[in-house]
């Protein structure tokens, strides 16, 4: 099975879900872009999570006050 590069990603992990691309002369069909919608909405999801630990700073602080 031969992918095509959408934007930066070159290699397909076996789990990676891309968005399906129209064109002006072939538009998506309205399952396709009902698929684009769910993926979206994960991709969205994600990408939230990812900006709130990054705004917390959570993962790049150190843990002081542990106890031993």
């Given at each position: 099975?031969i992918f095509?590069?959408?934007?930066y990603?070159d290699?397909?992990?076996?789990?990676?879900?891309?968005?399906?691309?129209?064109?002006?002369k072939?538009?998506?069909?309205?399952e396709q872009?009902?698929?684009n919608?769910i993926?979206?909405g994960?991709?969205?999801?994600?990408?939230?999570a990812?900006?709130?630990?990054k705004?917390?700073?959570?993962?790049?602080?150190?843990?002081?006050?542990?106890s031993?």
């Open positions: 099975m095509k590069s959408v934007g990603i290699k397909q992990h076996p789990n990676t879900q891309i968005p399906k691309k129209g064109t002006r072939r538009p998506l069909s309205p872009k009902q698929e919608k993926i979206s994960i991709r969205i999801t994600v990408e939230h990812i900006a709130g630990i705004r917390l700073g959570c993962m790049t602080q150190i843990l002081r006050n542990r031993l």
